[in-house]
Nanobody, 122 residues
């Protein structure tokens, strides 16, 4: 019923930039928090950034000042602009959204994208 389509990952040199996109489609009644997680080899998955429905953002200290999260509610899409990329940013990036799927169901469900690889290498 709900699909998350991620795009924008790839191979980039240190100091370069990438823009990740995550478009949500399907039966959505209300799209709440949207965000990005990442997981590097041998590491646990960590929160990179998230943005609430009112635009409030939370950015991890490790990427603060370099990454920017935004959303386009008309397109049900969340973005992650990544500038000044470093080797340690190499990871699989996962889109995550929380949403209500219908009026009659008050529960909030979490949905995950398939992940997109970001590799920073010289």
């Amino acid at each position: 019923q709900v699909q998350l389509e991620e795009s924008g990952g790839g191979l980039v040199q240190p100091g370069g930039s990438l823009r990740l996109s995550c478009a949500v489609s399907g039966r959505i009644f209300r799209l709440n928090n949207m965000g990005w997680y990442r997981q590097a080899p041998g590491e646990q998955r960590e929160l990179v950034a998230h943005i609430s429905s009112d635009g409030t953002t939370n950015i991890a200290d490790s990427v603060k000042g370099r990454f920017t999260i935004s959303r386009d509610n008309a397109k049900n899409t969340v973005y992650l602009q990544m500038n000044g990329l470093k080797f340690e940013d190499t990871a699989v990036y996962f889109c995550n959204v929380r949403a209500r799927t219908q009026w009659s169901d008050l529960a909030e469900y979490a949905f995950w994208g398939q992940g997109t690889q970001v590799t920073v290498s010289s």
